[in-house]
């Protein structure tokens, strides 16, 4: 199994969002195993690009990615 880089497994996270969050569990943990193989410490997400891009939605997107073990951040919006 090759590793993904962090940006290709952020996409899949992405596409899962959008897809009614299928296969969510195995997108983060691949994006867990990018980030570690990076030497990257947190996953820096697009707001725009989430279904839900209010507060409530990304404390709760926070908070879901990090009982498994991936740290979330934003970037900040224009």
Do not use: C, W
């Not at 997400?45 to 073990?69: D, I």
Request: proline share 1%; no cysteine.
């Amino acid at each position: 199994m090759t590793t993904l880089t962090v940006a290709e497994a952020l996409e899949n996270v992405y596409t899962s969002l959008i897809d009614d969050n299928a296969q969510l569990d195995t997108h983060i943990a691949a994006l867990k195993a990018a980030l570690a193989a990076e030497g990257q410490k947190e996953a820096v997400v697009e707001p725009s690009r989430l279904a839900q891009n209010n507060r409530a939605g990304r404390k709760l997107m926070q908070s879901y990615f990090k009982k498994r073990g991936v740290a979330v951040t934003f970037k900040e919006q224009a």
